[in-house]
């Protein structure tokens, strides 16, 4: 999947246009190697080192933004919270001095960049082809609430789709990092190939996540009166991008969600990308889920018109 357009106007899950290679995620370096001409591999070695380096960054901005919510995790209840587009959608100034520290060390480390971020409506367009697409603080509500099942994602997009990205949980101490055309990782160590996983659909444990509009609400409460009795169960922990990150490793069998933001996907449809799930759009969400999961999911959980290739 591809990220065709990063603006702060449309920021759904833009990427769903066109289907990387996932074979190539298997190759091992040796089949690179088997190209042959010299050039070929400079450019592939080129384009391997530019892309190390930028998830060096991303990983950089996620432990940072990380590492200053814990503090104040650990500090207790925040004092400062207001509402963004319904009474139910909080903003903390945790996630404002987060996503600032964030793009206080792009703006060092990659100063001509584009920038994109969930507060403070951050839309910054660059010269160099890439722009970040920040979430400083997925999971505001679990973490106001003192439910340690939130996270940091950073990624970085060029014309095409997401690069590099990298999302880390500070309590549970979980890092998960991806380069487009490679197997992502956990704390450095590479996850399992997915996309031969065969589930039956009874046998699925489903991730989800709600909207804030209790009109949208409503809708997916209806929809999982539906679902339920088809799987083995449900499970909603408020993280979208951790919710992309477990999906990747197995701890779900699927995910699904409609309102998501390019901020909450960015990183994590990369890392499920990466271990050969297969995503689509679902009426401004995104479905993600093995191959052989995800036309029967489809059929459950795509909303009225909303399945799209």
């Known amino acids: 999947m591809i990220v065709t357009e990063l603006s702060a106007v449309d920021t759904r899950a833009q990427y769903m246009r066109r289907r990387f290679d996932a074979g190539a995620v298997r190759a091992a370096s040796g089949s690179v190697r088997a190209m042959g001409e010299p050039s070929q591999l400079r450019a592939v070695d080129s384009d391997r080192d530019r892309a190390a380096e930028l998830l060096d960054v991303a990983t950089e901005a996620a432990l940072t933004g990380g590492a200053l919510l814990r503090a104040r995790?650990?500090?207790?209840?925040?004092?400062?919270?207001?509402?963004?587009?319904?009474?139910?959608?909080p903003v903390s100034e945790a996630d404002l001095e987060s996503q600032r520290e964030?793009?206080?060390?792009?703006?060092?480390?990659?100063?001509?960049?584009g920038f994109l971020a969930e507060e403070e409506g951050a839309d910054q367009r660059g010269?160099?082809?890439?722009?970040?697409v920040v979430d400083p603080l997925d999971g505001t509500v679990n973490f106001l609430y003192g439910i340690p099942q939130w996270s940091v994602s950073v990624a970085v997009c060029d014309a095409q789709r997401t690069l590099a990205g990298a999302i880390h949980a500070p309590i549970s101490g979980e890092t998960f990092t991806a380069?487009?055309?490679e197997l992502p990782k956990r704390n450095g160590i590479e996850l399992r190939w997915r996309g031969d996983v065969t589930t039956a659909i009874s046998q699925a444990l489903v991730a989800t996540g709600f909207?804030?509009?209790?009109?949208?609400?409503?809708?997916?409460?209806e929809l999982l009166t539906?679902?339920?009795?088809?799987?083995?169960?449900?499970?909603?922990?408020?993280?979208?991008?951790?919710?992309?990150a477990w999906t990747a490793m197995g701890r779900y069998d699927a995910y699904f969600e409609r309102g998501v933001k390019l901020?909450?996907?960015?990183?994590?449809?990369?890392?499920?990308?990466?271990?050969?799930?297969?995503?689509?759009?679902?009426d401004g969400g995104i479905l993600v889920a093995p191959p052989a999961l995800l036309e029967s999911l489809v059929e459950i959980v795509a909303y009225p018109g909303g399945a799209s290739t």
């Open 211 to 221: 909207a804030y509009e209790a009109s949208v609400r409503a809708e997916q409460a």
């Open 179 to 181: 380069v487009r055309g």
């Open 73 to 89: 995790f650990e500090a207790g209840r925040e004092a400062r919270v207001s509402s963004k587009t319904t009474p139910t959608d």
């Open 263 to 282: 901020w909450d996907i960015a990183a994590g449809a990369l890392v499920c990308e990466c271990v050969g799930l297969d995503a689509r759009e679902i």
């Open 102 to 113: 964030i793009r206080a060390l792009l703006s060092r480390r990659r100063p001509h960049d």
């Open 226 to 244: 539906r679902l339920l009795p088809l799987v083995r169960d449900i499970r909603r922990f408020g993280s979208a991008a951790m919710d992309l």
């Open 127 to 132: 010269s160099t082809g890439l722009r970040w």
